[in-house]
T-cell receptor
Framework: QKEVEQNSGPLSVPEGAIASLNCTYS??????FFWYRQYSGKSPELIMS????GDKEDGRFTAQLNKASQYVSLLIRDSQPSDSATYLC??????????????FGKGTKLSVIP | DGGITQSPKYLFRKEGQNVTLSCEQN?????MYWYRQDPGQGLRLIYY???????QKGDIAEGYSVSREKKESFPLTVTSAQKNPTAFYLC?????????????FGPGTRLTVT
């Protein structure tokens, strides 16, 4: 059973601080990792993809991947109230029959306090 | 504008009725997916399709059916056999299903069955 684990939160940070979201995955052969942001009542929106060990930065967002530890994280710098949402971590792994599937964590709810 | 559309946004049905949810994409993506999201739960894969006229069961396919007659369209039917159909249904697509590419989501359909 492939699993992706996230702390459900809520994680509360003050405006302007760094928010750190963490995720672990069970399937060692997972190759691609994604962070989605989901506002209440809305669908998930892709914000970061990471495929190799190390850091990947995009604006205020930095994704970090450590395949040896089976660990993925998302850092949000200069957090804004508009960043308040649930963040979903997803891992992609080969599922047979030539296809890849995503396994999603249950999400971490982030609240940025003005 | 390229994207994924789902209709309707809200759907109410009586128990025992079949209902079909629409999903259309104009991204020229080969792969399409249906997920279900319940409160406090991660996304769970219902069905996916890598090419036209082919689809595979996901983790929770019982009580659901799909078709893929056109590349752009992947409708989901929730049958009366689905025991707990009330949920938020999300359609997604990716360039193809043969590698770990990003998946992009439509706005979702919220189904309530009473």
């Amino acid at each position: 059973q492939k699993e992706v684990e996230q702390n459900s939160g809520p994680l509360s940070v003050p405006e302007g601080a760094i928010a750190s979201l963490n995720c672990t995955y069970s399937d060692r052969v997972s190759q691609s990792f994604f962070w989605y942001r989901q506002y209440s009542g809305k669908s998930p929106e892709l914000i970061m993809s990471i495929y190799s060990n190390g850091d990947k930065e995009d604006g205020r967002f930095t994704a970090q991947l450590n395949k040896a530890s089976q660990y993925v994280s998302l850092l949000i710098r200069d957090s804004q109230p508009s960043d308040s949402a649930t963040y979903l971590c997803a891992a992609s792994a080969y599922s047979g029959a030539g296809s890849y599937q995503l396994t999603f964590g249950k999400g971490t709810k982030l609240s940025v306090i003005p | 504008d390229g994207g994924i559309t789902q209709s309707p946004k809200y759907l109410f049905r009586k128990e025992g009725q079949n209902v079909t949810l629409s999903c259309e994409q104009n991204l020229n993506h080969d792969a399409m997916y249906w997920y279900r999201q319940d409160p406090g739960q991660g996304l769970r894969l219902i069905y996916y399709s890598q090419i036209v006229n082919d689809f595979q069961k996901g983790d929770i396919a019982e009580g659901y059916s799909v078709s893929r007659e056109k590349k752009e369209s992947f409708p989901l039917t929730v049958t009366s056999a689905q025991k707990n159909p009330t949920a938020f249904y999300l359609c997604a697509s990716s360039i193809d299903g043969l590698a770990g590419y990003e998946q992009y989501f439509g706005p979702g359909t919220r189904l309530t069955v009473t």
